[in-house]
């Protein structure tokens, strides 16, 4: 049988060359060197052939196996290769494309109300102590003054834990700790924020739970006038610098004299209007000098020293800072409200 090594070597070379894709060129493959393909049956056809040409055409077919095997691999590598290129033409990815948003959370108008009291005291150079919120009797009402059968203790509704421990009702237990434990290293100059409870209804000025900041400076020498500087700068930092304050008589068991602090209105400036009830005035912490008593109990030389305290709603502050007039808006985890107080950081 007479073969055309050469057309048939074209022939193949065509194929192979033809195949655009992995999956054709598999195929192809089958087609020319599979079990059944045309190279297989080339070789079959030894059977037939006079031995005088078997090995002229033995040869033939081993070379034209080659060839094509060699085509084929060759074929197969550049298609693969090209296969790749293409899936990372797809996948590039686009660096220019503007990304999507990253939504940050913001501070709780609380939690910035707070650090920005925090802030205040600290730059003028006082440390900040923390209490527990299960407290003794006897730091959130003893020591502070209030004995067991005090009328003062009617002024807090209080969540007992048990005979001796309650939810504190007031930063002031702090206060009590601090004079404690510092009573022999004074001076002593600290804020205490906390949580506090009290056994209320909660209704739009009144929560079971608030943020207190207690203030404490214990040294000799320490005066009314002090206190009242200190206040000034509290309110003009907190309130813009225009603030006036008004120092009013009123009665806490742990200070002598006892005071309640107004702030001039920051939304009318005094004239009058909804916010401050018409007065021109908003009242904003209590406070006062501390009791000699309160100092002796914890250890303290009330002949040679003296000091000061002041206690301070964090929701009040925020809520006349911000104009909010329902304190359970902190409590409700609405985003959006949340979402508002974010310039103020
Ligand atoms: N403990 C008081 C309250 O919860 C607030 C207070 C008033 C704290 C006067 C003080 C102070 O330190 O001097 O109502």
Same mark, same amino acid.
């Given at each position: ?67 094509? $095997? @060699?085509?084929?691999? +060759? %074929? =197969?590598? &550049?298609? /693969? $290769? @090209?296969?790749?290129? +293409? %899936? =990372?033409? &797809?996948? /590039? ?253």
């Amino acid at each position: 049988m007479e073969q055309n090594w050469e057309s048939l070597t074209k022939q193949f070379t065509e194929m192979i060359e033809s195949a655009s894709d992995l999956s054709s060129i598999e195929s192809i493959r089958v087609e020319l060197l599979g079990k059944k393909g045309q190279i297989a049956s080339l070789m079959a056809n030894m059977a037939t052939i006079s031995k005088e040409e078997k090995k002229n055409y033995g040869m033939a077919v081993n070379s034209l196996k080659q060839k094509t $095997e @060699k085509l084929l691999s +060759e %074929k =197969i590598e &550049q298609l /693969k $290769e @090209k296969d790749m290129l +293409e %899936k =990372i033409q &797809q996948e /590039k990815i686009d660096i220019t494309l503007p990304a999507s948003r990253v939504k940050y959370g913001t501070k709780h108008p609380l939690t910035i109300v707070r650090e920005e009291i925090e802030d205040i005291f600290m730059k003028m150079g006082y440390s900040v102590y923390n209490g527990p919120e299960v407290e003794l009797d006897f730091y959130n009402f003893e020591r502070a003054n209030i004995p067991a059968d005090h009328p003062a203790r009617d002024m807090q509704d209080t969540f007992y834990v048990d005979e001796n421990r309650l939810l504190r009702t007031q930063t002031t237990a702090i206060q009590m700790r601090v004079l404690e434990s510092q009573h022999d290293k004074l001076p002593i100059k600290v804020i205490c924020p906390g949580k506090v409870y009290r056994n209320d209804d909660d209704d739009a000025t009144h929560s079971h739970q608030f943020i207190q900041i207690e203030g404490l400076v214990v040294d000799e020498n320490i005066t009314m006038a002090d206190l009242k500087g200190t206040l000034e700068l509290l309110a003009r930092s907190m309130f813009g610098k225009q603030r006036e304050i008004r120092l009013r008589q009123s009665y806490f068991p742990f200070t002598e004299p006892s005071l309640e602090i107004d702030v001039s209105c920051h939304i009318c400036g005094g004239k009058g209007c909804p916010t401050c009830k018409h007065t021109g005035w908003i009242e904003i912490l209590g406070a006062g000098m501390v009791h000699p008593h309160v100092l002796e109990m914890a250890g303290i030389d009330s002949s040679k020293y003296s000091g000061f305290a002041l206690g301070v709603g964090v929701e009040r502050v925020a809520m006349l800072k911000y104009g909010i007039d329902d304190i359970r808006n902190f409590y409700n985890n609405n985003i959006e409200f949340l979402s508002n107080y974010k310039r103020f950081e």
